[in-house]
């Protein structure tokens, strides 16, 4: 009797949390993209103030000082109301604001026109504190880039491919170069494919003393034009822009200093290869010294140049070497003493930072270990301390560590599982924090240089909360080990009311592309809520960061030189190989799909894994690097004219006569990075071998399709795609 009792209230106890888990609210599409229903709140647009307790903050009424420790507003240092140009009468809007060094003048800009990713032109305004009057830049035109010297009097920008700057106490322009011309000559701004490989488009810098501008000339004449139409109009419009594919012509690249008060322009002897690349150009503390970041065009031969801006002469001062590639980063530090410079290499295996002197010689080791430095938050000068992240804890997270020039007094100063990303204060007293992991969404800490955490900003609990009434499933980490002994991180999503009697369908979901990491243990944002919705219809969703991804040190990112695709593709066929040996996984219902290069994974994965995978849905792929540009292509592959072979037999129109599965295609037709001709060229070759596959076009969208009702329509048909084929 005593155990049918129990029996009785353990059957209800189960009934009740069913009860409850049917009362969960279901995910909709017009949640995530139309109704923004799980929308996160962050701490945005902080301008740290000299004075490391107080930021400013863009609000309504105008920009506003808050005391960072109590996060109460104490004035409003620029009003909306002060905003008011000369003969109009409405106040700009703000689309981004910086102050000056002495923080007397704000630099803001307005009416902002974005060009490629990193790239815009704008109106811009300096507003005196003291005075209260607001000054227009520039009459000629909107400008890009415009930046404070350092001490504030002057304004440099970018008009029309040539530089200019501003003598911000009498209002007169100056031309610093007059040769630019669309198509044909920039200065002071980076071609296409330095912007979107080496992430600047800024491309000139003040001198520490405020008297010269050094800046980067590109000559794109013999650079090939790629045309793309723009539809809408009755005749269609042609737009016509440099873009280097693999192998082909690259812009000449030279580098400039412009004296202020001769108005005399030194060109930096660069040297006399001109198929190189001059990746990174930045002011020592000397005055008269610039460094340069010199590149063969294999990217395996990196060189750190000092040049002597009155005389354009260089030497050579730090000489690296790879059989593969080197990244280029923005770790290279000049310290004020004007003795020693901090930078981060993987010559150990790992990328790590280093301490050398002026002349290139190495004085010590700053961090070592089986782990990667993930990114430089700041250096500390007074206290010889480095703040940086890290991967030492866990590939999958990233925790914030200090530690002397001396490489000693390591600390780790974030101690929650998960991914930290620091915002530290110029003054190096506090951080912010940005925290998540793959189960919660961001919270904000206010933190003592020590980690102590003095205060949270946001904790998204009203976010927490709604979904707390969603029927989420955690995401769970795990790992595959392939046949030839590769280890590669996992997460699975299982349907909430997972049964491990019963069989389920695969949707796996992949970026894969050099260095990259998709298995995080970070919130994963819209994506991470669509595979929630597919979770809510049956599918278990996986994702597999094959070799070639970042986190785990040289030798598995490298893995895949000269053979982009190979090993990438026969870790996720191996992985999903894997997932059919599960007890609840149904073999023959292993979906995969991915964006960009994943969207190039999954096209290889449907065609060349056609006996593992019934679904692939690519979205904006390469689908021949033949058709992408030089430096991120050549990187990874070399040219096509030394090693076709890579190029070709890992393109997934190589092998569009294997494909059996369903295969749904879709790309924008103005994608200015990855060509709309990716897709017609994979369309023609299934055509070509007979095979049946779903297409879809997005008129004019670039590479991140969107704006307006686009990632709806997008998403809903992805969604039908899935339910209706897998």
């Known amino acids: 009797m005593f155990k049918q009792k129990i029996y009785a209230l353990l059957c209800f106890s189960l009934l009740c949390v069913s009860a409850l888990a049917q009362q969960k609210k279901q995910i909709s599409l017009e949640d995530i993209w139309a109704r923004r229903t799980f929308s996160a709140e962050s701490v945005s647009g902080v301008n740290w103030l000299k004075t490391g307790r107080f930021y400013t903050s863009q609000e ?33 809007d703000i689309d981004e604001y910086t102050f000056s060094a002495d923080e007397n003048k704000v630099l803001i800009s307005t009416a902002s026109e974005p060009l490629y990713r990193r790239s815009s032109k704008e109106e811009n305004y300096v507003y005196d504190l003291k005075t209260k009057k607001l000054q227009k830049l520039s009459a000629g035109g909107k400008q890009s880039y415009a930046t404070f010297s350092p001490d504030g009097s002057k304004v440099a920008f970018v008009r029309s491919n040539n ?121 020592t503390k000397d005055a008269n010294t610039l460094s340069l970041q010199r590149l063969n065009r294999l990217q395996n031969h990196l060189e750190i140049l000092h040049a002597d801006a009155t005389t354009g002469k260089i030497k050579v001062v730090l000489d690296e070497k790879s059989e593969t590639y080197i990244d280029i980063t923005d770790d290279l530090t000049y310290l004020k003493d004007g003795k020693y410079f901090i930078f981060s290499t993987e010559k150990s295996g790992y990328k790590h930072l280093y301490l050398y002197d002026m002349n290139g010689k190495q004085q010590n080791a700053i961090t070592a270990g089986n782990w990667e430095v993930d990114e430089i938050v700041a250096i ?62 961001l919270k904000v800490s206010l933190c003592e240089a020590n980690g102590k955490v003095l205060r949270v900003l946001k904790d998204n609990q009203k ?135 994943g969207g190039y994974m999954s096209s290889l994965c449907i065609t060349q894994g056609a006996d593992y995978f019934k679904l692939a849905i690519a979205v904006a792929p390469v689908t021949n690097w ?83 009702n686009t990632r709806l329509h997008l998403y809903q048909m992805m969604t039908d795609f899935v339910t209706q084929n897998l």
């Open 626 to 708: 033949r058709y992408y540009d030089s430096i991120y292509t050549e990187r990874y592959l070399r040219t096509p004219q030394e090693n076709a072979k890579g190029y070709d037999e890992n393109s997934p129109v190589t092998h569009a006569s294997k494909l059996k599965g369903k295969y749904l295609l879709v790309h924008g037709t103005g994608d200015d990075n990855v060509h709309f001709q990716n897709a017609v060229a994979m369309q023609d070759a299934l055509i070509k071998a007979g095979k049946q596959f779903d297409s879809f076009y997005y008129p004019n969208r670039n590479h991140g399709i969107y704006g307006g």
């Open 463 to 597: 976010l927490r909360e709604t979904l707390a009434s969603y029927q989420i499933s955690p995401q769970e980490f795990f790992t595959i080990k392939t046949p030839d002994g590769q280890e590669l991180n996992a997460s699975m999503i299982k349907p909430a009311n997972f049964d491990a009697s019963r069989k389920y369908p695969v949707f796996m979901h992949l970026y894969g592309g050099p260095g990259s990491q998709t298995v995080k243990d970070d919130w994963g944002g819209t994506n991470f809520l669509w595979h929630q919705l597919l979770a809510q219809k049956g599918y278990i969703i996986v994702i597999v960061d094959n070799r070639g991804t970042g986190g785990k040190g040289e030798k598995f990112k490298k893995a895949t030189y000269a053979n982009l695709g190979k090993y990438e593709t026969q870790d996720q066929i191996d992985a999903a190989k894997h997932l059919s040996t599960l007890p609840f996984v149904d073999g023959s219902r292993i979906g995969i799909w991915g964006w960009s290069f």
């Open 60 to 92: 309504a009424e105008g920009i506003v000082k808050y005391d960072i420790a109590t996060g109460k507003a104490l004035e409003t240092l620029v009003k909306a109301a002060d905003l008011v140009p000369e003969g109009q009468s409405k106040p700009i």
């Open 380 to 441: 500390n000068e007074a206290a010889k301390t480095v703040y940086f992240t890290s991967t030492e804890s866990s590939s999958l997270q990233r925790q914030l560590y200090s530690v002397s020039f001396a490489g000693k007094n390591k600390k780790q100063l974030t101690q929650a599982a998960g991914t930290h990303k620091i915002n530290m204060s110029a003054d190096f007293s506090c951080f912010l924090d940005y925290h998540t992991t793959a189960n919660t969404p």
């Open 163 to 283: 530089v200019f700057w501003v003598d911000l106490a009498t209002g007169k322009e100056q031309a610093v170069t007059t040769n630019g011309e669309f198509n044909n000559i920039i200065n002071g701004a980076c071609d296409w494919v330095y912007e979107e490989e080496f992430s600047f488009a800024k491309a000139f810098f003040w001198s520490p003393d405020n008297q010269k501008i050094a800046f980067y000339s590109f000559n794109e004449s013999q650079v090939p034009q790629y045309n793309m139409t723009m539809w809408g109009k009755l005749y269609p419009e042609d737009y016509r822009y440099k873009y280097p594919k693999a192998g082909e012509a690259n812009s000449a690249v030279q580098v400039a200093v412009y004296h202020l008060s001769n108005q005399k322009t030194q060109w930096v002897e660069v040297g006399a290869e001109k198929d190189q690349y001059i990746a990174r150009v930045q002011w």
